[in-house]
């Protein structure tokens, strides 16, 4: 799914209008029955729903939502915030259909902002997502009136004061609502951290825009949906035999952190790799060995550390980094490692770790290998701080362009960069799998579908979904708090 900035929207809305075609009113009504129609299905009437109006087209919309609800026979309250003279012409229509079926409260002045009740409901249609300034004035402070109720605060679109594509001022007065109501595609902003608080749970209601506009129109962001990866997943051959899913190679662990790259092994095996051999200290053989002996075991001959440059030419895919260490000898076994590669690897923890540390090594990692950095490790590859998560988002596009390497930045909503320059944003996964391990699970799921001949920035994207799909499934039998990562492996599946 394709994620647009404002301007593209507006063009799109635009180029429906004039293609389908359908009048401006008419996609409006459209839009609102969507929000409705999410509203019902999730909430009774048994609750008063206070319905804040701007009197842009978003207050056209909260005006629609309003006599829908109403008609519906649900207790509504509608009020206006006169912010401006006059209205865009949708928003008059709609005050003028729904003005026989309820009263409008105006608000002019700041003693006419109401109280909302806790057992209330308040939707938030005053600003769009076309907002170009900060809230001021009246209509800031009856966002603060709002922010300040325990009343549960659903934001049509996108928040009122929320910049879409671009970072507010953190003075900016902004609704904090429970949940936005998005029209066909998500906001640049709603994949942001510092935005979570006003964004809350979002969800996306189609709207009918056209599909060739969207077809057509380019941009580098991107949603990953299951929709969008159901082509990769293919089934086995009848007579296929373990050689045929490709040979993984992980190197990891070290004395006192052997268990990630436990994890890792299990994952990569998980992930339907055919084979898989571990290269580790040897203080891990026995571990490796008893804990997991689906996988063969290459020991080092150093008992703490990783330090030997393995022969590569019998294995499809490499990963290196889970519980690796940052002991000399290592990293001259890393630089010995990316000088004899052509092939794409995954790199994740320490071996990133020591990549900060000597960047002059970025310069040896084979193009569209894949990097799953946390926000601190990116930092450290960095050797920069970014201002603000808009920026680091520009970060994250130029160094993925530079090196033409593909970077996983692990959270929330996992950007994956590629070096085309497009970014990916990852749909699935919850607060329970930021755990101890969770990180090593990715790195081999994403290594076995490289060993079994998935391209990297496939292998990526679906690997970043399928471990967050296993940690929703996960999450549903243990509760978050209690998901470790053993619980991943175990649910995952496709």
Not at 94 to 99: K, T
Not at 290 to 311: C, G, R
Not at 440 to 464: E, S, W
Request: one cysteine or more.
């Amino acid at each position: 799914m394709k994620v647009f900035s404002v301007n593209q929207i507006r063009a799109w809305d635009a180029f429906t209008i004039t293609h389908e075609p359908i009048h401006s009113i008419d996609l409006m009504e459209r839009a609102s029955v969507a929000f409705v129609k999410w509203f019902c299905a999730h909430f009774d009437d048994q609750c008063l729903v206070n319905i804040i109006c701007g009197m842009g087209n978003n207050g056209g919309d909260g005006l629609a939502i309003a006599r829908i609800l109403i008609q519906k026979c649900y207790p509504v309250k509608v009020y206006i915030v006169k912010h401006t003279e006059k209205g865009t012409p949708d928003f008059a229509q709609n005050l003028q259909r729904l003005h026989p079926q309820t009263s409008i409260q105006w608000i002019e002045q700041e003693a006419e902002i109401p109280t909302f009740s806790p057992n209330s409901f308040v939707i938030d249609a005053l600003l769009g997502s076309g907002l170009s300034r900060p809230a001021t004035g009246l209509i800031a402070k009856v966002i603060q009136q709002v922010n300040g109720s325990e009343a549960m605060t659903i934001s049509v679109d996108i928040a009122s004061g929320l910049f879409a594509d671009t970072p507010n001022d953190s003075s900016d007065v902004i609704i904090k609502p429970a949940y936005t109501i998005a029209f066909q595609c998500p906001k640049l902003a709603f994949f942001q951290p510092q935005c979570a608080e006003y964004v809350g749970e979002w969800h996306l209601v189609s709207i009918g825009l056209s599909e060739s506009y969207e077809a057509q129109t380019p941009t580098p962001y991107f949603y990953t949906t299951a929709a969008t990866l159901s082509p990769l997943i293919k089934g086995r051959k009848k007579y296929s035999h373990k050689g045929s899913f490709g040979h993984a190679l992980l190197i990891g662990g070290s004395y006192g952190k052997m268990g990630s790259i436990v994890l890792s092994a299990k994952a990569c095996l998980r992930s339907g790799a055919g084979l898989l051999t571990v290269q580790a200290p040897r203080c891990g053989y026995d571990i490796l060995q008893t804990s997991f002996p689906e996988a063969m075991v290459l020991p080092d001959w150093h008992w703490m550390v990783n330090t030997t440059v393995p022969d590569i030419e019998p294995y499809s895919a490499i990963g290196i980094g889970p519980g690796l260490g940052q002991d000399p000898q290592t990293l001259l076994m890393l630089q010995g490692l990316l000088s004899s590669l052509a092939s794409p690897i995954v790199l994740d923890a320490d071996a990133l770790n020591l990549l900060s540390k000597h960047p002059d090594l970025l310069q040896l990692v084979p193009k569209n290998s894949i990097l799953t950095p946390h926000p601190k490790e990116f930092q450290r590859l960095l050797n920069n701080q970014w201002k603000d998560d808009f920026e680091k988002l520009v970060l994250l596009r130029a160094f993925a362009q530079k090196y033409q390497l593909i970077v996983c930045l692990k959270g929330a909503h996992t950007a994956i960069a590629l070096p085309d320059g497009s970014v990916h944003f990852n749909s699935t996964g919850n607060p329970g799998m930021a755990t101890g391990g969770s990180g090593d699970v990715l790195t081999g799921i994403i290594t076995g579908l490289l060993a079994q001949g998935m391209p990297p920035a496939d292998a990526a994207i679906f690997g970043v979904f399928q471990h967050g799909n296993a940690g929703d499934r996960a999450a549903q039998k243990c509760t978050q708090p209690a998901l470790i990562a053993s619980d991943i492996i175990n649910e995952m599946g496709w």
